[in-house]
Structure formats: C-alpha cells, structure tokens
C-alpha cells in the first residue's frame, strides 16, 4: 500500500494518525466491512431494472443522486436493525440457519429497493442475484485463522470446506443458468466468472483458496454491477479505502486487501 510507504509506523505522523483513528472505533462497531454485500445487491437492482427495459445500457450515471441517498437510508437502518445485532455480517459464526435466512430476505428487500418496478418481474430478476449473495456467504461460512507472524491461512475445518464449497459451487450454477434464461448478461457473466473459486476451495486444502474465494467473489460481483451503474464505484472505492487506512492506522495491519500471504 502506497501510504505505507509514505507514512511508515515508525513516523511521527503515523503516530498522529494512529491516535486520531481510535475515534473511528464506534463507527467500526457498524461493520463496515459487511456492506458490500447489500450495498451490491441495492445497486444490482437498479441495474437489472435499467437493463430489463433497456439491455444494452451501461456505465449510466443518470441515478446517481438517488442511489447515494437510498444507500446512506438503507445502510442506516441496516446498522440500527440488524449489524449491532450480529444479524447480517459475513463470518464464521453463521452457523444458524435463521441468519441465512435473515441474509436472504435482507438481500430481496434491498435488491426490490434498487428494482423500483413491476414487483412480479422483479422478484424472478432477483432470484440469481440472491442465489450468489448466498453463494459468497456460505464461502465465508468455511472457518479459517490467520497466523500472526506469516500471514498464513490455516482451515480449521475441512468438513466444513468441502460441504460449504459444494453448496456455494451449486447455487452459483444455478444462479448463472437462470441468468441466461432471464438474458441478464451481468449475473450470468458475474456468477460463471466467480464458479471456479468454490471448485478450487473444495480441491485443494490450503486456507488462501478459501481467503481468494472471500474476497475475489465479492470484488467480481461488485465490479459487473458497476458496470451497469457507474456511479457505484466511487462509494465502492471510498468504503474500502475508509477501510483500509482505518486498519493500518489503527492497527498497522492492511486490510481489506487483494494478497492473499503477508510473505506475497
């Protein structure tokens, strides 16, 4: 990271920083992290509405007004209703199957938010973005740590990766078929892209294929909706450099990011 670089712990002013990021503690009791995902879903279904009536439309920044205002709203009630309450954050504690269900019910209401129309047609366009939303969930389902001095990542349950890989792997078929069926060119192409990271994490053993499946997963289905919707990559890009400034002023670590060992 370039600020690494340029403001290294060592310094004076990363001190500075340091102590002026411990007043952004309460706002990381929000989980800032967790609103990528319903945050993609809203946005996706302003674009699936936008493409239903008009297929070939992309990079439109016409809505851009409402889209920041209705995710400020949804993210607020979001935060109040269900994140200070555990109900709707990716990890590894989501093992009741009531969240899973509280994540497919958060994910259609947001989506229907962003379809603003017809409710019948809308309900099938959401259905393949759902079934990735889930995909990508039951991903983060898989229980993984980190060691603290490589940055390795070590499964802690291999039952659990081939089970939650396999379900993820299924729902993604199943949401790029109904994609193509429905002529939705952006989750048909955003779900096949993402499949072969559940195949991998079932093949092969070592945590950084569970770690790639996290994060890729997340940054492919969010990068297609820009596609559709522009304007969403400036609240993408903000929100994850708002976080990973946050983590290395506070914390000196990186995060989120992209690499998947300290040692790459």
């Given amino acids: 990271m370039i600020i690494a670089r340029i403001v290294p712990p060592t310094s004076s002013v990363y001190k500075t920083l340091s102590t002026l990021s411990e007043k952004l503690d309460g706002i990381m009791k929000w989980k800032p992290f967790s609103w990528f995902g319903f945050w993609t879903l809203f946005v996706a279904g302003m674009g699936a509405y936008s493409g239903y009536h008009e297929r070939f439309i992309f990079w439109d920044f016409s809505r851009w007004f409402i889209g920041i205002i209705a995710l400020i709203v949804i993210t607020s009630l979001s935060v109040i209703f269900l994140i200070k309450n555990g109900l709707l954050i990716y990890g590894q504690d989501e093992n009741k199957r009531s969240k899973i269900i509280i994540h497919c019910l958060v994910g259609f209401v947001v989506f229907m938010i962003g379809w603003g129309g017809n409710l019948n047609i809308g309900v099938l366009h959401s259905i393949p973005y759902i079934l990735t939303y889930l995909a990508i ?3 983060y389902k898989i229980p993984i740590s980190e060691q603290a001095d490589t940055g390795e990542k070590l499964i802690l ?10 379900i993820s792997l299924i729902l993604l078929i199943i949401s790029t078929l109904i ?4 002529d939705d060119p952006v989750i048909s192409t955003a779900s096949v892209v993402v499949i072969p990271f559940p195949i991998v994490s079932f093949l092969m053993k070592h945590g950084r294929h569970v770690y790639r499946a996290r994060v890729y997963s997340i940054l492919i289905v969010a990068l297609f909706t820009v596609a559709r919707q522009s304007w969403f990559l400036i609240p993408l890009l903000l929100l994850f450099y708002f976080l990973r400034f946050y983590h290395y002023f506070r914390y000196g670590i990186i995060f989120p990011t992209f690499a998947v060992d300290k040692k790459q």
């Fill in 157 to 166: 349950s291999h039952n659990d990766r081939w089970k939650y890989s396999l």
């Fill in 137 to 139: 969930v039951f991903i």
């Fill in 179 to 182: 994609g193509f069926i429905i």
